[in-house]
């Protein structure tokens, strides 16, 4: 089961900080975002995606190593991953792929690759140890590198931004790697993941995509800050991101949400580009295409803004698998996250000539293609996101299975939503009499699944080595991790040491046919 006769090549795109609540095919009526509408559509839609981890660095390490973050120690947006940790780029070389990222992972230290054999663009983001927080001083705000409002008071229109820059070149050097692939004799099949950085804030979007919204309404949050926060979190995540330094009005809210929108459909737009290059190049029959992102948006809902809350809009993400040749459209309803999508690909490549290789570490995700082809339903499925980074001081932890999310953290309330009937999490089940059953099974869950003091203490004491670390190597002579793009010029375009027509030959697709002049 979940053989393949051949191994297709591989198209993952991620987007960050896309809310699943902000795509047509997940039931948002206000953004334009057709493109994903239709690999929706055409392919299998999980309803009930979460992010390991809503925030970036640790989200996109369980998304690399199928591990929770727990486990690879991908705590906070400084965290360090070893080399020695494997990924699924990895276990897809060793299964006979070529693998090859352009964009955004926000790998932080010295190796910047952690197993893609090739990487196109730098990223976006620092990596170094700038970004660690401090649980010792749980209320300090670091104004250097923490959010704060001015991405909703500024909301609007920008002809260039420092993140469109880098998205125009993350999209136009993944659809130059498709083409280079398909012109290319290499026989191993490409696993591409092409990484953006939008819809992320700034909520900065470009004209086109402002004016696309101009007859369109767009709401306020659902639900509005409350006066008084019972939720001693999200009470937290409101000094995170200093909401109360500046007065929003509802004109800011809807143009954050409007130009946050534009952005969507932007990431909308390379959606289209990259399914239009592979058709183009008649790839798009044996390519699988994996679209996803790696946490949400609180877009003013509760009166927060960003990530790094469990609620459904900064946990709740897409997750799209489509492959033409191989899957008929379908739902599937069970909860599951970033950490099950490593076993997913796995099973995926895995033929009789390249079968999976035994695991170094233990991976805590399942393989979703049973669920793909439709061999699987796994109702009691659990989905577990972990928050280990600022705006806390101690290990919180959400479980989603059926139809409820319960949200620990040793120095809050407990929270059970049942986010069917209240998808808006209004109301907290913790105490309710009806809810003892489900309350008592979460908890025996969550013991099980960690020792929250002993991680603690665990993470503090990570959090101290690397401000250490990053104090050190500030003094004196700075040599940076940031990753720089490998180029030989001499090998580019059009050189004197290369035959003219059979290079420009080489370098067409579809390729002509043979020149013989004199036959």
């Known amino acids: 089961m979940g053989q393949t006769k051949h191994q297709p090549n591989i198209l993952i795109i991620m987007a960050d900080q896309l809310t699943a609540k902000a795509l047509g095919c997940y039931g948002n009526t206000e953004v334009i975002s057709p493109n994903i ?16 981890s809503p925030l970036c660095t640790p989200a996109r390490y369980a998304f690399m190593t199928g591990q929770n973050v727990s486990h690879c120690k991908g705590y906070d947006n400084a965290s360090y991953m070893p080399s020695t940790m494997p990924t699924f780029a990895h276990y897809l070389r060793l299964m006979g792929y070529h693998t090859c990222l352009s964009g955004k992972m926000h790998f932080v230290g010295p190796d910047q690759l952690h197993g893609f054999e090739k990487r196109l663009t730098t990223d976006i983001y620092p990596a170094d140890f700038g970004w660690v927080p401090d649980w010792t001083r749980p209320g300090e705000r670091i104004d250097l590198w923490y959010h704060n409002m001015s991405s909703v008071t500024q909301a609007g229109v920008a002809a260039i931004t420092n993140q469109l820059a880098y998205d125009d070149l993350v999209g136009t050097s993944a659809v130059r790697e498709i083409y ?20 992320h804030d700034p909520y900065a979007t470009r004209q086109k995509y402002w004016a696309m919204y101009e007859n369109r309404e767009i709401a306020l949050p659902r639900v509005p800050r409350p006066i008084s926060q019972p939720d001693p979190h999200n009470a937290r995540l409101e000094s995170v991101i200093d909401v109360d330094t500046v007065s929003t009005t509802d004109n800011d809210v809807i143009n954050a949400r409007r130009a946050y929108y534009g952005n969507v459909s932007y990431i909308d737009e390379w959606v289209g580009r990259l399914q239009d290059v592979l058709k183009e190049c008649g790839l798009d029959q044996e390519t699988l295409i994996v679209f996803t992102s790696d946490h949400g948006d609180m877009l003013g809902e509760f009166g927060l803004w960003y990530k790094m809350s469990f609620r459904e809009w900064s946990a709740r993400i897409p997750l799209i698998i489509n492959r033409p040749d191989r899957l008929s459209s379908r739902t599937v ?27 170094i570490d233990p991976i805590d995700g399942q393989s979703l293609w049973p669920q793909c082809l439709g061999e699987q339903e ?3 499925k659990i989905a577990i996101s972990e928050y280990l980074a600022e705006g806390t001081s101690a290990p919180m932890l959400m479980l989603r299975q059926n139809q409820y999310k319960y949200i620990c953290c040793d120095t809050d309330p407990e929270l059970l939503f049942d986010v069917q009937s209240d998808p808006d999490e209004l109301t907290n089940l913790a105490e309710a009499s009806s ?15 960690w020792d929250s003091k002993t991680l603690r203490q665990e993470i503090m004491q990570d959090q101290n080595r690397r401000r250490m670390v990053h104090a050190a190597l500030a003094k004196g002579k700075r040599t940076d991790w940031d990753y720089t793009p490998y180029q030989n010029a001499s090998e580019e375009y059009t050189r004197s040491h290369m035959d003219l027509t059979q290079h ?9 046919e043979p020149f013989n002049p004199y036959s």
């Open 504 to 512: 420009d030959i080489w370098s067409r697709f579809p390729r002509p």
């Open 180 to 199: 280079d692939h398909a012109r290319s004799d290499n026989p191993r099949p490409l696993c591409l993941v092409a990484s953006f950085i939008h819809p």
């Open 378 to 380: 796994d109702d009691g």
């Open 435 to 449: 809810s003892q059953d489900v309350m008592k099974r979460f908890r025996i869950l969550a013991m099980n699944h």
């Open 333 to 359: 309803d069970s909860p599951v996250s970033h950490v099950d999508i490593l076993p997913t690909l796995l099973d995926i490549a895995s033929t009789r000539e390249f079968r999976q290789p035994e695991p």
């Open 37 to 52: 509408d239709r690999l929706s559509e055409t392919g299998i839609h999980f309803e009930n995606a979460y992010t390991s």
